[in-house]
């Protein structure tokens, strides 16, 4: 895309969360087991579903 004076404009592609299973990546990474961090992963989850909305509807 083209940008206006003053606007700079960002781009990334998109991945779904079905692809990407954050318990196994605790899990293979971290060795730990991933049931102790439902609640961070929650938090993780709700924040990344809150930036691509803002970042579909824009920020006012």
Do not use: D, I
């Amino acid at each position: 895309p083209t940008s206006g004076p003053g606007l700079l404009w960002c781009w990334h592609a998109l991945q779904a969360a079905a692809t990407f299973h954050p318990g196994v990546f605790v899990l293979k990474n971290y060795g730990e087991n991933p049931e102790s961090y439902n609640e961070e992963l929650k938090k993780l989850e709700l924040l990344r579903q809150v930036s691509m909305w803002l970042a579909f509807c824009g920020v006012k």
